[in-house]
């Protein structure tokens, strides 16, 4: 191609695409263009603070990500205000963890569905898809090779919305699920030390924990979240213990539990907080800094 071919190549090109762009007369009655809607960032909503964590990497700086859930409430017993279904239809992507978790969700997920042709639909993530999941079990997220299939649904969920923007959500989530693995395998070669492998949790969140690790969550005293477990429940907890030589009993950061140190004060038990990461204000480096925290706490305990 000449020079001259390709300058007026380049004319027609920048006068087709002027003519492209939509021209909206303004008060003062000249056209102008209007702001283009490649600037807009893609919304995201996620509803726990571990999801929050996962997306903010994924994201970085090319999309919105907020956090439905505040810091304070936890996931097993929340209702919706109007204001956060709201948060729900203004999203593009929902960003969910699944397994049964998000039922309060369940209604506003199917209005956003009914509204807007395919380019609009709200596009939900479910995190759990490929995760094999226990007994109907949610927590998921505290196993960090369960993360990376949370991280790579996120990721696709993200570029399905927003391909511009392709290449940026795949290399943060490739770069993520590096730090994902080498957390799985530090957590992995320190557990190998311990000499005792079972424990008893306060609510049953640590199951897929136990299960990447070897560990065993011989009881759990509260088995359905927010709900007080029954004096039946108990005695068999305290037989477990007893049976088992437990010596120490883990209860979580965000609560007081009666039955935890009445339990430990008549047993002799260590009583350790764990952190269920369904809490929080999350960051990007928010999920790795928590296991590792957890990982300390149950080094005391087991070592
Ligand atoms: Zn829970």
């Not at 056209?31 to 893609?42: F, I, T």
């Not at 999203?91 to 997920?109: P, Q, S, T, Y």
């Not at 009914?114 to 995190?127: E, F, R, S």
């Not at 609510?203 to 011989?218: C, N, P």
Request: charged fraction near 25%; glycine fraction near 6%.
């Amino acid at each position: 191609m000449t020079f001259k071919r390709l300058m007026s190549f380049a004319v027609i090109m920048s006068l087709a695409l002027w003519s492209c762009q939509k021209k909206e007369p303004d008060s003062s009655g000249n056209a102008h263009l209007k702001g283009p809607r490649a600037s807009e960032k893609l919304r995201i909503l996620t509803t726990i603070s571990p999801l929050y964590s996962f997306t903010k990497n994924i994201a970085g700086d090319a999309a919105e990500v907020e956090n439905l859930l505040p810091s304070g409430a936890g996931p097993h017993d929340f209702s919706l205000s109007p204001m956060d279904a709201k948060k729900v239809t203004d999203a593009r992507v929902l960003v969910i963890n699944g397994v049964g978790l998000e039922a309060w969700l369940d209604k506003v997920i199917d209005a956003a569905n009914m509204h807007g042709d395919d380019d609009g639909k709200l596009i939900v993530a479910d995190t759990s898809r490929g995760v094999e999941v226990m007994n109907k079990d949610p927590h998921i997220w505290l196993s960090p090779q369960n993360a990376i299939i949370q991280v790579r649904n996120i990721r696709d969920a993200l570029i399905k919305a927003d391909p511009r923007n392709r290449d940026i959500y795949a290399a943060n989530a490739e770069a993520y699920i590096i730090s994902l693995n080498n957390l799985d395998s530090e957590i992995s070669s320190e557990i190998k030390t311990w000499s005792k492998k079972e424990f008893v949790a306060y609510h049953s969140a640590f199951g897929y924990f136990a299960r990447a690790y070897g560990l065993q969550q011989v009881a759990v005293i509260q088995e359905t979240p927010e709900t007080e477990p029954s004096p039946r429940h108990i005695a068999s907890v305290v037989e477990t213990i007893k049976a088992k030589g437990i010596k120490s009993i883990f209860t979580e950061t965000q609560a007081s539990h009666k039955i935890i140190s009445s339990l430990a004060t008549d047993l002799g038990l260590k009583v350790y907080s764990l952190d269920t990461l369904e809490k929080g204000s999350p960051g990007r480096q928010w999920y790795e800094d928590r296991m590792r925290v957890n990982l300390v706490v149950l080094g005391e305990a087991l070592k």
